[in-house]
């Protein structure tokens, strides 16, 4: 499953570029059941953080009138690292 949420999320960025934290999120749990969802909750959101602690995807915090907002940002080096 690991495998396959990872593959998912960096398909998404790469058609995207640059998504919204819980924009990645919800599409990467949208085309699961209800019963994955709540199983697979956490795991999506640690396999994204193995991404970005493998330089993967790139975080950026943007502040927009007092309001904090948190980016991923694709790295397409990857396509040269896999």
């Known amino acids: ?3 396959a949420i990872k ?3 960096l ?3 790469d058609d995207s570029l ?3 934290r819980g924009e990645l999120y919800a599409q990467l749990e949208h085309h699961m059941t209800a019963q994955e969802r709540g199983k697979c909750f956490y795991q999506v959101r640690d396999t994204v953080a193995e991404l970005v ?3 993967f ?3 950026q915090v943007i502040k927009v009138g007092g309001r904090q907002c948190t980016l991923f940002v694709f790295d ?3 396509s ?3």
């Open 1 to 3: 499953m690991k495998q």
């Open 7 to 9: 593959r998912a999320a």
């Open 11 to 13: 398909i998404l960025l």
């Open 18 to 20: 640059v998504m919204r």
């Open 53 to 55: 602690a493998d330089g």
């Open 57 to 59: 995807i790139n975080v």
């Open 76 to 78: 397409h080096g990857f």
């Open 80 to 82: 040269d690292r896999g």
